[in-house]
């Protein structure tokens, strides 16, 4: 069982910027972010694997960056460029086993595969 704990979210105006952080009760082979606004599904934006690997989903790249600090059993979600769209709960989730999906090791839309889930952070970003 890996317990996760988010922290690092916050209200910013458009355009700033927020370092999300996940800390993991131990070691994954996978970790993630997602987000969801009330009345949508939860939607995956990045994964990373132990080796660095990393996928992020068309809204999110190129403003966002995952990263992990395997000693730490951490991962962090830089934001950078935040518009008002971005304004949502942010999930930390985790996978206990590693996984190849879309030609990506631990796809960030692969929902399924993660089985551990942190409580959220929100984000919100004004105009």
């Known amino acids: 069982q890996v317990q996760l704990l988010e922290s690092g979210g916050g209200s910013v105006q458009a355009g700033g910027s927020l370092r999300l952080s996940c800390a993991a009760s131990?070691?994954?082979?996978?970790m993630a972010w997602f987000r969801q606004v009330p009345g949508k599904e939860r939607e995956g934006i990045a994964g990373?694997?132990?080796?660095?690997?990393?996928s992020y989903s068309d809204s999110v790249k190129g403003r966002f960056t995952i990263s992990r600090d395997i000693g730490k059993n951490t991962a962090y979600l830089q934001m950078n460029s935040l518009k008002p769209e971005d304004t949502a709960m942010y999930y930390c989730?985790?996978?206990?086993?590693?996984?190849?999906?879309?030609?990506?090791?631990?796809?960030?839309?692969?929902?399924?595969?993660?089985?551990?889930w942190g409580q959220g952070t929100q984000v919100t970003v004004s105009s």
């Open positions: 989730a985790a996978a206990s086993r590693r996984f190849l999906s879309s030609g990506s090791w631990c796809y960030f839309a692969a929902r399924g595969e993660y089985n551990y």
């Open positions: 990373i694997s132990g080796a660095g690997s990393t």
């Open positions: 131990g070691g994954a082979p996978c």
